[in-house]
């Protein structure tokens, strides 16, 4: 709300603004000016306060001060696995590790081999770019005034898991151990819910190598008589136990 206000003597920057209601989405976070007879007093970089908590350019304001809010300047947006994402105004921020400390940083799980990077070209098409954060050096991949960086998360499947599942008592994934087998997982039939098949249990199992699916049947019972028989199966990580 653009105008004239009567503030307090002890107003600041910031209160103007907030009793102005805040910057249009049009208008500069970096760049707001100060102007006293027509002079440049002070500017203030909202940036600071926002993001670092730091209100030293916070200026107090005299009768007939403007407050001069100029368009916006370069942008970039960086979306997915950081801590703050959003569209920021870039200033003397360059490079993407840049955006990214701006951004709060990255997220435990975020993906770094295969980042993405949109970007406008001079004749007004789209391209796509892909970033390999893990290289130290790929942070530093200059940024481009209208740039949208994507960071995806890795891979939701654990590893090193075995997940039992369907009627059992306490269904969910568990620690993978060398020669671990189905009765460390299932030690007795009081683990299955009363409506389960113990002399069935179905176990999926993923090829390592190649992703290819087979399945496997074996008998609990028989299992826990006898535990170093072919019916209590070794089991492999990423094995899915079905009752």
Do not use: C
Not at 42 to 51: H, P, R, T, V
Not at 133 to 138: F, K, P
């Amino acid at each position: 709300r653009p105008g004239s206000y009567i503030v307090s003597g002890l107003s600041t920057l910031t209160n103007a603004l907030f009793t102005s209601g805040g910057v249009k989405r049009i208008g500069s976070l970096r760049d707001i000016q100060l102007k006293r007879k027509g002079k440049t007093v002070a500017s203030m970089d909202l940036y600071d306060l926002l993001l670092r908590g730091d209100n030293s350019a916070d200026a107090r304001l005299q009768s007939g001060d403007v407050i001069f809010i100029p368009p916006i300047g370069r942008t970039a947006g960086i979306a997915g696995r950081v801590r703050r994402p959003a569209i920021y105004e870039l200033k003397d921020e360059k490079t993407i590790g840049d955006l990214i400390a701006m951004a709060g940083g990255l997220a435990p799980d975020a993906y770094l081999q295969n980042v993405k990077v949109e970007r406008i070209l001079e004749n007004r098409e789209r391209t796509l770019i892909g970033v390999d954060l893990a290289q130290e050096q790929a942070r530093n991949t200059a940024l481009h005034d209208g740039d949208i960086v994507k960071i995806y998360s890795s891979l939701e499947q654990l590893k090193g898991v075995v997940k039992l599942a369907g009627q059992v008592q306490r269904p969910g994934n568990y620690p993978w151990k060398p020669d671990m087998r189905i009765t460390h997982i299932i030690p007795s039939v009081s683990d299955l819910q009363p409506q389960a098949d113990a002399r069935y249990l179905l176990i999926k199992r993923e090829d390592a190598l190649d992703h290819t699916i087979t399945f496997l049947d074996t008998d609990l019972i028989t299992a826990l008589d006898n535990p170093d028989g072919v019916a209590n199966v070794l089991l492999q990580p990423r094995d899915e136990i079905h009752a």
